[in-house]
């Protein structure tokens, strides 16, 4: 499968923990995109890389989350102390050229308690 | 600050009718693509069709086609000969630019078209 790969799929934590979440994006793709989608709701930007390098991050992402695309492959996003709010789909798209078409990930599935 | 309006929260078509959904949005990217994507309940997103703004062509994939007019940021998307299989919701997801003008390719999502195709 060359798609977009996230992991895990579903995580459930208890308020004031902290998690990390996976995202690989397709192999050739130097751009990956985060979104935050709600029940109902469209995504949400949260933040961008160019290669290795966090482009811009929304107002949306506060200082508990944080994101990292070491070496220009996959990406990491990890939230502190999670709080209830923070439960959502959180969603990773990559793409060749910025402009053209974004491929989607599965989602991770954050449930805060 | 950019908005993306899709008026119909949900829609219904018989299978092998004809459906259309209305998307209008707001943009300050000069040159820049739009996209529809579909969200299969508890499936991903992907992509159903772009349309390049400075075409005046409206984009066609199969039996998704698009109307497209610039002027007024409007880009519906017209779905023929539906099939159980397009039941989904539906995004219109236009640039989302900065202050500058420019989107360096981020989306903006409208609050999707719940669409059911029925037998």
């Known amino acids: 499968d060359t798609g977009v790969s996230q992991n895990p799929r579903h995580k459930i934590t208890k308020r004031g923990q902290n998690v990390t979440f996976r995202c690989d994006p397709i192999?050739?793709?130097?751009?990956l995109y985060w979104y935050r989608q709600t029940l109902g709701q469209g995504p949400e930007f949260l933040t961008y890389f160019q290669n290795e390098a966090q482009l811009e991050k929304s107002r949306l992402l506060s200082d508990r989350f944080s994101a990292e695309r070491p070496k220009g492959s996959f990406s990491t996003l990890e939230i502190q102390r999670t709080e209830q709010g923070d439960s959502a789909m959180y969603l990773c798209?990559?793409?060749?050229?910025?402009?053209?078409?974004?491929?989607f990930g599965p989602g991770t599935r954050l449930t805060v308690l | 600050a950019q908005t993306v309006t899709q008026s119909q929260p949900e829609m219904s078509v018989q299978e092998a009718e004809t459906v259309t959904l209305s998307c209008t949005y707001d943009t300050s990217e000069s040159n820049y693509y739009l996209f529809w994507y579909k969200q299969p309940p508890s499936r991903q997103m992907i992509l159903v069709i772009r349309?390049?703004?400075?075409?005046?062509q409206n984009a066609t994939e199969n039996r998704f086609s698009v109307n497209f007019q610039k002027a007024a940021k409007s880009f519906s998307l017209k779905i023929s000969d539906s099939q159980l299989g397009d039941t989904a919701m539906y995004f219109c997801?236009?640039?989302?630019?900065?202050?500058?003008?420019?989107?360096?390719?981020?989306?903006?999502f409208g609050q999707g078209t719940i669409l059911t195709v029925h037998p």
């Open positions: 798209a990559s793409s060749l050229v910025p402009i053209y078409e974004q491929f």
């Open positions: 192999s050739e793709h130097n751009r």
């Open positions: 349309q390049e703004a400075y075409k005046q």
């Open positions: 997801a236009p640039p989302l630019a900065n202050a500058g003008g420019t989107s360096y390719g981020k989306l903006t």
